[in-house]
T-cell receptor, first 114, second 110 residues
Framework: EAQVTQNPRYLITVTGKKLTVTCSQN?????MSWYRQDPGLGLRQIYY???????DKGDVPEGYKVSRKEKRNFPLILESPSPNQTSLYFC?????????????FGEGSRLTVL | GESVGLHLPTLSVQEGDNSIINCAYS??????FIWYKQESGKGPQFIID?????DKRQGQRVTVLLNKTVKHLSLQIAATQPGDSAVYFC?????????FGSGTRLLVRP
């Protein structure tokens, strides 16, 4: 089954404790991206990757890092989480960044930073 | 389920009626537009897309209209069903970036 898988789905952590949210897709997609979703603000792009070893900042990259060492994986790293990073996070992928195809989203990861 | 927006504009329609959800986009240079549906506790799901060189595109029970003059996008859902209840987002593509609108909640009354 074609899918985007995120882990963990739910996480409660404390300020400053490094964490990684993993994202994996099994569709051989070139493009992957991370979004955060907050009430009243919709979905905002954090980082995106056009292909392996190619990453770029989205609209709200501060406090986050990403890597794209393999085509299928695009982890989101919070080196020192803060309470303002409490949010619902979505990973997504598509065949190409040229928008030749639709964007597939994962089920979301709810992060709470105390 | 997850709350995706506590203060979203809400459209309430009777089951069987047609729904029209509107969206204003910001960048006149955007060349591709997408509508997504997000059900409670789930990730957004692609509904339909349209390129900037088109003004109308139809899918199964859905139609997207694009008015570039006023930078307006609309999603029409025919014969709205209870399963259509969700939050709907428009998104524009500009320079490989996907920019989402804040969303509209559609409630379908039985």
């Amino acid at each position: 089954e074609a899918q985007v898988t995120q882990n963990p789905r739910y996480l409660i952590t404390v300020t400053g404790k490094k964490l990684t949210v993993t994202c994996s897709q099994n569709m051989n997609h070139e493009y992957m991206s991370w979004y955060r979703q907050d009430p009243g603000l919709g979905l905002r792009q954090i980082y995106y990757s056009m292909n392996v070893e190619v990453t770029d900042k989205g609209d709200v990259p501060e406090g986050y890092k990403v890597s794209r060492k393999e085509k299928r994986n695009f982890p989101l790293i919070l080196e020192s989480p803060s309470p303002n990073q409490t949010s619902l996070y979505f990973c997504a992928s598509s065949l190409s960044g040229g928008w030749a195809g639709e964007l597939f989203f994962g089920e979301g990861s709810r992060l709470t930073v105390l | 389920g997850e709350s995706v927006g506590l203060h979203l504009p809400t459209l309430s329609v009777q089951e069987g009626d047609n729904s029209i959800i509107n969206c204003a986009y910001s960048n006149s240079a955007s060349d591709y537009f997408i509508w997504y549906k997000q059900e409670s506790g789930k990730g957004p799901q692609f509904i339909i897309d349209i390129r900037s060189n088109m003004d109308k595109r139809q899918g199964q029970r859905v139609t997207v209209l694009l008015n570039k003059t006023v930078k307006h996008l609309s999603l029409q859902i025919a014969a709205t069903q209870p399963g259509d209840s969700a939050v709907y987002f428009c998104a524009e593509i500009s320079s490989y970036k996907l920019i989402f609108g804040s969303g509209t909640r559609l409630l379908v009354r039985p």
